[in-house]
């Protein structure tokens, strides 16, 4: 009887095992089957359906409007008028600025065609043959390239048709993360132009279409002419330090396409997490604690609060959204931050980024930029200060437009710690050094209510002037000269 209880216990875990074993195969299997964290993911991807769920009511900021490019709203009736454009933007541009027949267009985007199709959803793509897909990208990408230089060069529209309202619906269109053509397409599309243009001076040509460039630095600086509006081009290699600084140095990736080239440029260049005055108790690198990220995260809440501790905020000297930096000296302090201009296609070109953002294995500097302004405006009077200070310019509509937009378009989101980390530690240590002195409370009060403008130092500086002259004409009254 012991012998059978022992076998009918050993019988169990024998059972047990196979139950296991049968476990552990199938969790073996979706181990390997899952896909890699490092996988690569679509270059010219869609817009995640997590951010349309996200933000409601914006499902129009992620449709062309005019004119569509690439597979994803190739041949919808409403884009029609638009296909009729490209058509003659994609002709001026084979015949008045390429050596290459169609012929040799047609031949050399076939060749990569395959490439191409990868760049995007395979859903998207399969209802496509080669040859079809082909003349898609070369159609798409001549009429953008076409439409680029015309804008650069000061070419009148009216040759195409273009209404003037028109102008700006084709650059939100252009910039649109569902509406991108491979970059790698406009790459080989160049280089069949009849003179030969560096990828520097490509980007700087980008650059001067997105609005990044000062007002026509890009035809100043490549000291470029037109005879006319189709005429031959002449190109002085001038100003060739200009040229060389125009690519954005901070990525060295190649760029997917003209959203992400915006993108690069928009942010600038990266900025070192050590640059600047930075004192040595300062935590910036080693091991942080989550409660370390919500205390530096959750530094300040709005533009009052950081005026009220003497916090000055002025313009950075580019527009670059990574050029924010901070500077205290103790018991004042400055916060710069570079311009940005809030209008009706802010929205569209905000959602845009975000998307390619969340959609890409880039960082989230953009979300993180974002954020970081949403902590800085709470009310309208925060807009109200910024537009006086030259940083935001409002051409939305009223300054509780502009509170309302910012608090809920980076609502949900989360940003890159590591993107303004140095900023955020130094406004923290400034305030809490200034809450725990009384001293420097009632010194920043002083300032703020006595020297808040040049005209009340000038008033005060003529105030001693006149008690210094009153005191020597005293002193010379008791106290004359001898002879």
């Not at 296991?20 to 991807?45: F, H, N, Q, V, W």
């Not at 490549?222 to 031959?232: A, R, V």
């Not at 570079?338 to 390619?356: E, G, R, V, W």
Request: with cysteine; proline share 3%; hydrophobic share 35%.
């Amino acid at each position: 009887m012991a012998v059978k209880e022992v076998a009918k216990h050993q019988g169990k875990p024998g059972d047990g095992s196979c139950v296991g074993r049968k476990g552990l195969a199938i969790l073996k299997s979706k181990l390997e089957t899952s896909p890699s964290s490092s996988s690569p993911k679509l270059k010219c991807p869609k817009v995640p359906k997590r951010l349309r769920e996200m933000v409601k009511g914006a499902e129009d900021c992620y449709a062309p409007k005019l004119i569509s490019l690439g597979p994803y709203y190739h041949g919808e009736s409403c884009l029609a008028e638009g296909e009729e454009l490209k058509l003659k933007l994609a002709k001026d541009y084979i015949q008045n600025y390429c050596k290459e027949i169609v012929d040799a267009f047609y031949d050399k985007i076939s060749s990569i065609i395959t490439e191409l199709k990868d760049y995007y959803d395979e859903m998207s793509t399969k209802k496509y043959d080669d040859d079809e897909f082909t003349v898609m990208m070369v159609v798409d990408g001549c009429a953008l390239l076409s439409y680029i230089l015309n804008v650069c060069l000061g070419s009148k529209h009216g040759s195409f048709s273009i209404r003037y309202q028109d102008i700006s619906v084709l650059y939100r269109d252009a910039l649109l993360l569902e509406n991108q053509l491979p970059y790698q397409l406009l790459l080989e599309l160049m280089k069949m132009m009849r003179f030969e243009w560096t990828n520097d001076l490509w980007t700087a040509m980008f650059q001067e279409f997105f609005g990044i460039n000062d007002e026509s630095i890009f035809q100043e600086f490549m000291g470029m002419e037109s005879n006319s509006c189709h005429g031959g081009l002449f190109l002085r290699a001038s100003r060739k330090s200009n040229l060389e600084s125009a690519g954005n140095k901070s990525e060295s990736k190649p760029c997917h396409h003209l959203l992400d080239l915006f993108r690069r440029n928009f942010l600038g260049e990266e900025r070192s997490s050590s640059s600047g005055s930075q004192t040595g108790n300062e935590k910036l690198e080693g091991t942080w604690s989550v409660r370390d990220v919500k205390e530096v995260m959750a530094s300040f809440r709005n533009v009052k609060e950081l005026m009220d501790a003497g916090i000055r905020i002025k313009r950075s000297p580019t527009r670059h959204l990574r050029d924010i930096s901070f500077r205290s000296n103790g018991i004042t302090a400055c916060l710069k931050i570079p311009p940005i201009t809030i209008d009706s296609s802010t929205k569209a070109m905000f959602l845009n980024l975000i998307a390619y953002e969340m959609s890409s294995n880039v960082p989230h500097d953009f979300i993180s930029y974002l954020c970081f302004l949403d902590s800085l405006i709470d009310h309208a009077d925060d807009v109200k200060e910024l537009q006086s200070i030259g940083i935001l310019q409002n051409n939305l509509g009223t300054h509780e437009e502009v509170a309302i937009f910012f608090n809920t378009v980076s609502t949900n989101f989360e940003s890159n710690f590591h993107a303004y980390k140095e900023v955020r530690v130094k406004i923290r240590k400034h305030l809490q050094s200034h809450y725990n002195s009384r001293a420097k409370m009632w010194m920043t009060q002083c300032l703020d209510t006595y020297f808040d403008s040049p005209w009340t130092i000038i008033t005060w500086v003529g105030a001693f002037f006149a008690l210094f002259l009153t005191f020597v004409r005293t002193y010379y009254i008791v106290f004359p000269q001898s002879r």
